[in-house]
């Protein structure tokens, strides 16, 4: 079974500061991966995705993320953070190995941006 | 506009009751899930299905039920057998092996 470790649980930035919160998943095979977030009182809402191609994947404001498949690894990253960005954020994997794979989803990293 | 709609946005059960929460998608997804979101521990799935009239138990499963006897339609019951209800459910539809979609949640409180 696969599963997924985020290393930073809670993340305090100033405005204008970069980001970057890591994700590791474990896992033999080829994997399809995601971002999540969760803004204040608002629903789940997919960032961005990797399933194959190029391993840097673009998302929604201004977010992106690298693959590295030898550190089995899924960073999300952003040059300069805004007070808007805070929320928290999920990474999730799931084998990409035909037919149902259950999504397995990390224990979350609240971000918080300090104006 | 297409999504998925959770209803009730609170609940409150009583001790040895049993509560529904209900989730509908307009979007045609073939695929439902649910999840609970507790601190620190993430998402964690308790049921899921693939099709209508199936249904697939998740990592969490014991003291809830499910059904899907349609498409758009995949209510989940928290029974008096769930020992520690208190959390926020989240329903999210996908179609096959896409990025799901998720409801607004529900938050279930206990008396």
């Known amino acids: 079974a696969q599963s997924v470790s985020q290393h930073n649980h809670h993340v305090i930035l100033s405005e204008a500061a970069s980001l970057e919160l890591g994700c590791n998943y474990s896992?033999?095979?080829?994997?399809?991966l995601f971002w999540y977030v969760q803004y204040p009182g608002q629903h789940l809402q997919l960032l961005l995705k990797?399933?194959?191609?190029?391993?840097l994947v673009k998302g929604i404001k201004g977010f992106e993320a690298e693959f590295i498949k030898s550190k089995f690894s899924f960073n999300l990253r952003k040059p300069s953070v805004q007070w808007s960005d805070t929320a928290e954020y999920f990474c999730?994997?799931?084998?990409?190995?035909?037919?149902?794979?259950?999504?397995?989803f990390g224990i979350g990293t609240k971000l918080q941006v300090i104006p | 506009d297409g999504g998925i709609t959770q209803s009730p946005k609170y609940l409150f059960r009583k001790e040895g009751q049993n509560v529904t929460l209900s989730c509908e998608q307009n979007l045609n997804h073939d695929a439902m899930y649910w999840y609970r979101q507790d601190p620190g521990q993430g998402l964690r799935l308790i049921y899921y299905s693939q099709i209508v009239n199936d249904f697939q138990k998740g990592d969490i499963a014991e003291g809830y039920s499910v059904s899907r006897e349609k498409k758009e339609s995949f209510p989940l019951t928290v029974t008096s057998a769930q020992k520690n209800p208190t959390a926020f459910y989240l329903c999210?539809?996908?179609?096959?092996?896409?990025?799901?979609?998720f409801g607004d949640g529900t938050r279930l409180s206990i008396l």
């Open positions: 999210a539809s996908s179609i096959w092996a896409r990025p799901q979609h």
């Open positions: 990797y399933f194959s191609g190029d391993p």
């Open positions: 896992y033999g095979g080829t994997v399809n």
């Open positions: 999730a994997v799931t084998p990409n190995s035909g037919g149902y794979q259950k999504v397995t």
